[in-house]
């Protein structure tokens, strides 16, 4: 049992979208709900969405949905961070350099790295995520051992910087949001960083639906009687054109009626101007839940997610997902459960459309299926009581 | 040593119930410390073994039992005496003898020593109103085994010390070659691992059924009566009371309307039967545990709450304070007002991380391995002659 108080690092802390940032935010609701005496490093900087090295908050202690948080000032050196970005703009090699000035001079505080130091390792867990982000390698680095490292790894360059294998290294615990997540690392980073790589916990993330209170469906908003959904932002990384091909693809071979709806914000020119597809953009939650719920599956092709909470969201409201098979971390839910199913191509992707449509049965069991598994691994108590007993036991030793 | 265990109880209902835990993790625990015994089982069909673990089912040899199920005692006993003759079995072990659905073998001349497990003998202590419920055939079968067991079994092995005494009271059993080895919870019933829960706490947890041993009229009057008694305490207003066990529609409809008339329409919820994931976090939730039972052969409940870290209120009968010792807040059964005033008393005790903590690690007094290691040095002892007084497993109610 864990007599400790809990430090999660994060740039930001703020009511805004983003995958890292909302679950350092959950983590810090959920702990603290738990009785878990719960405090947030972050920086002042407004959001990922505006400058990294301004200064939008005062620095100081504040008060977030009951969590206590702490603020400190940012770093203000961009230049070196901006010349690589111009650099992988331009597509030329980096050196080790350009991936160090990555990290370090992007977001980034010393001042807050600086005070992770006065925290006696006695009294404070304390977490960092996520690895794509200078702070966090700064904290872990700073205190070899004492700081736990939320990754939350993709198969993107970053991944495969050195300076991602120090940060392994000077973890303290390496917490995975999905065993494919887990098993990618160990392919890289298995043979160099060692034991604590492997012995890594696959905690998840805490998945519970918001209780909405709002009116679910108001009146300029109409549905149509069957359709699909997808729910999520609309890019080009989330494979929205593959998808709006495939399915007008599957409209021309079946002549179905059926639609695609669109739920979340992004890039509304990759739709294409049809009456199949629906874009409703931002929902509230309780709309968001009543389209899903309505809806006959959710459809989602990207083939770089982490986790998938929205397809967790889904099984939770009874909906089964179709997903892409490129994508390991979905597929590897789906097939854990049997709780929908997943395509290699646009004919795989009409059969399991029209396949969902015609067997009833099996579609509540798949979502069924999949309900179970949510509740079972995903639920907040699970998910926290993994960080929990891994916080008790011994650490590997750090090399360095 | 050979050692043929009888799988019956694989393919009966009570493999799901208290019975069937025993048997599974006794067995499964055996077969994970023991290097040096063979072991048989008697199964009718080889689907009975998954419930076990690829190791176990790797460990054990099946004999099967041939055209399924015997149908008699004496097809059974003939089948069985067969097996350990052509075997060369050295001991014969029925971990679940007394139970209507499965047969006793009758033990031939043999080298062979025959044990059984005995979990209650509730039909001979409560003889009045099994005579007049069960009928007269399956009563008079039961007393046939308890005759069995007394005369021709060289080793009885009891669940609880109160089993044991009720045994030798009832059945006129001479005091040599019996032993206790009590039940345990599995490792998954533990505390709630955070110092609070979201919500809090805001039922008690009762696991019943309708049998009317588990005392559910009371139980629910003695909830009522809470209440009634304590309405100005406002911690305790919203408290309800959740039921878990088997129901059939009718019964519940005549429960849920019983509550209505005492007054507890929404207070009283009836869960119907639970997977064992779901009892543990009912049980991790719980603001404590209410187990009015007139009458067990262990009360494997009890300890499960008591893992789970949560207070307990319980009945004062039979083998139930030998397994909480001074951990629950005991009450007379029979009294509807003591049931309600232990219950309040309970729901006072302290549910901190530190409390919870302090009942799980009293519940690691009893463990599967503890009890499979006592089982196996038992068979030992028997099949060398060495069982010359009543060995018990000792659990100290510090």
Same mark, same amino acid.
Request: glycine share 8%; aromatic share 12%; hydrophobic share 25%.
């Given at each position: 049992m864990l007599q400790k108080d809990i430090v999660i690092v994060t740039p930001w802390l703020g009511s805004f979208a983003g995958g890292a940032e909302s679950l350092a935010r959950g983590m810090a609701r959920e702990f603290r709900r738990r009785g878990l005496n719960t405090i947030v490093f972050t920086t002042?900087?407004?959001?990922? *969405?505006?400058?990294?090295?301004?200064? *939008?908050y005062q620095p100081g202690t504040y008060n977030f949905e009951g969590v206590q948080v702490r603020r400190f000032r940012t770093n203000l050196n961009q230049s070196p961070y901006k010349d690589v970005i111009l650099k992988i703009h331009a597509q030329n090699a980096l050196t080790a350099g350009d991936e160090e000035d990555f990290f370090n001079f992007g977001i980034n505080s010393n001042e807050l790295c600086d005070a992770l130091g006065e925290l006696s390792p006695e009294r404070y867990e304390v977490l960092a995520l996520p *690895?794509?982000?200078?702070l966090t390698h700064s904290a872990v680095n700073a205190y070899p051992g004492r700081v736990s490292l939320?990754?939350?790894?993709? &198969?993107?360059p970053q991944f495969y910087w050195r300076a991602t294998e120090r940060l392994l290294v000077n973890a303290k615990h390496i917490f995975y949001n999905s065993p494919e997540e887990k098993e990618m690392t160990i392919k890289q980073y298995g043979r160099t960083v060692g034991r604590s790589v492997v012995e890594g916990t696959v905690a998840g993330v805490g998945i519970e639906l918001t209780e909405a209170t709002d009116d679910?469906?108001?009146?300029?908003l109409s549905l149509p009687a069957n359709y699909f959904v997808y729910a999520g932002r609309k890019e080009r990384g989330k494979n929205v054109p593959l998808l709006c091909d495939w399915f007008t693809e599957h409209v021309r071979r079946t002549q179905t009626t059926m639609k695609l709806v669109f739920i979340g914000g992004? &890039?509304?020119?990759?739709?294409?101007?049809?009456?199949?597809f629906l874009d409703l953009g931002f929902v509230s939650e309780a709309t968001k839940q009543e389209v899903i719920t309505r809806s006959r599956a959710m459809v989602n092709l990207s083939?770089?997610?982490?986790?998938?909470i929205v397809i967790m969201e889904g099984w939770l409201l009874g909906v089964p997902p179709i997903v892409s098979a490129e994508c390991p971390v979905m597929k590897g839910h789906v097939r854990r459960c049997n709780g929908g199913l997943y395509v290699y191509s646009s004919d795989e992707f009409s059969a399991a459309l029209d396949y969902l449509v015609r067997n009833d049965a099996i579609r509540d069991q798949l979502a069924s299926n999949g309900r179970r598994y949510v509740a079972r691994n995903f639920s907040s108590d699970a998910v926290l009581a993994r960080y929990l007993a891994t916080f008790a036991e011994p650490q590997c030793s750090v090399a360095g | 040593m050979k050692i043929l265990i009888d799988?019956?109880?694989? #393919?009966? %209902?009570?493999? #799901?119930r208290g019975i069937g835990t025993y048997v599974k993790n006794t067995v499964e625990n055996m077969l994970a410390f023991d290097f040096v015994n063979d072991f048989y089982i008697d199964v009718?069909?080889? #689907?009975?073994?998954?419930?076990?673990?690829p190791w176990a089912q790797q460990k054990l040899s099946v004999i099967p039992q041939p $055209?399924?199920?015997?149908?008699?005692a004496v097809e059974y006993s003939e089948f069985t005496n067969d097996a350990i003759k052509k075997a060369g079995i050295d001991l014969y072990w029925s971990?679940?003898?007394?139970?209507?659905?499965v047969f006793l073998p009758t033990p031939e001349a043999t080298d062979c020593h025959f044990v059984a497990t005995i979990f209650d003998v509730i039909p001979a202590v409560m003889k009045k109103q099994y005579q007049k419920a069960w009928p007269a055939k399956v009563f008079e079968e039961y007393q046939n085994k308890l005759e069995l067991l007394e005369r021709d079994y060289d080793l009885l092995i009891h669940i609880s010390e109160r089993t044991k005494s009720d045994f030798i009271r009832t059945?006129?059993?001479?005091? $040599?070659r019996h032993v206790v080895t009590p039940l345990a919870a599995a %490792?998954?019933?533990?505390?709630?691992?955070?110092?609070?829960i979201p919500g809090g706490r805001d039922y008690i947890l009762y696991p019943g059924g309708f049998d009317p041993r588990k005392n559910m009229d009371r139980a629910v009057e003695a909830f009522a009566e809470m209440h009634k008694r304590y309405?100005?305490? $406002?911690?305790?207003?919203?408290i309800r009371l959740l039921i878990i066990c088997q129901t059939h529609s009718s019964e519940a409809r005549e429960m849920m309307n019983r509550a209505k008339t005492l007054g507890l329409a929404d207070k009283l919820e009836l869960c119907g039967f639970v997977s064992d994931l779901d009892l543990i976090t009912l049980y991790q939730k719980a603001r404590c545990l209410f187990f009015p039972s007139?009458?067990?052969?262990?009360?494997?409940p009890v300890l499960e709450g008591l893992a789970c870290g949560i207070p307990v209120a319980a009945s004062n009968t039979s083998s139930i304070p030998e397994v909480a010792g001074n951990l629950a807040t005991y009450f007379? %059964?029979?009294?509807v007002v003591d049931m309600a005033s232990s219950l309040y008393q309970t729901l006072k005790a302290p549910v901190d991380l530190e409390s919870r903590m302090l009942r799980h690690e009293y519940s690691k007094r009893f463990s599967w391995q503890s009890t499979a290691v006592l089982t196996l040095q038992t068979f030992a002892d028997c099949a060398q002659g060495l069982m010359e007084s009543n060995a018990s497993w000792a659990v100290t109610n510090e």
């Open positions: 002042c900087s407004r959001s990922p *969405y505006h400058s990294w090295w301004k200064d *939008y *690895y794509f982000h200078g939320v990754p939350c790894f993709h &198969d993107e679910p469906l108001p009146a300029q992004g &890039d509304n020119d990759l739709l294409p101007r049809s009456d199949h083939n770089n997610e982490s986790f998938s | 799988g019956q109880t694989l #393919n009966t %209902p009570e493999l #799901n009718d069909s080889a #689907n009975g073994l998954d419930h076990f673990s $055209k399924g199920r015997s149908s008699s971990p679940n003898a007394l139970m209507t659905n059945v006129r059993a001479s005091q $040599k %490792p998954a019933f533990r505390p709630y691992p955070f110092p609070e309405a100005d305490d $406002k911690s305790i207003g919203a007139l009458y067990e052969g262990f009360g494997l007379d %059964p029979l009294d």
